[in-house]
């Protein structure tokens, strides 16, 4: 498997600018998903506090992520900083293994040939 590039932005508006952020964020979004490189992005909002955003992109080579860090879209983003009590959480990661359900499964599987569920539980594991 190739690596995989992910770049997590988690950001913190003030009180009172939530709609400005999410206008700009929902302004970046479908202009990065046209970038060269760019797999998937995605903004969440914290269910628990509306002024907490989490911007998810992925990308297919760190060379492309490069570029759109360097890129007007990237400063766009950049700019938000007058809308955040906080400066933006940038986190780069690169993985190079991923799993899915096989592994849910595989793991589930492992721990109900393991563990016997307490009375009147047995019904809830599958």
Not at 32 to 44: D, T, V
Request: charged share 25%.
């Amino acid at each position: 498997m190739k690596e995989m590039i992910i770049l997590k932005i988690t950001m913190n508006a003030i009180p009172g600018k939530h709609l400005e952020m999410t206008q700009t964020l929902i302004s970046t979004i479908e202009p990065m998903a046209k970038e060269s490189g760019c797999i998937s992005c995605g903004i969440f909002c914290d269910i628990e506090d509306k002024n907490r955003f989490c911007l998810l992109e992925e990308w297919k080579t760190r060379e492309e992520l490069d570029q759109h860090i360097a890129s007007h879209q990237f400063s766009i983003l950049l700019g938000t900083k007058v809308l955040l009590c906080e400066p933006l959480n940038i986190q780069i990661f690169t993985v190079s293994r991923s799993e899915g359900m096989d592994a849910v499964h595989s793991i589930r599987d492992q721990k109900k040939s393991t563990i016997s569920p307490p009375d009147g539980q047995r019904g809830l594991i599958k």
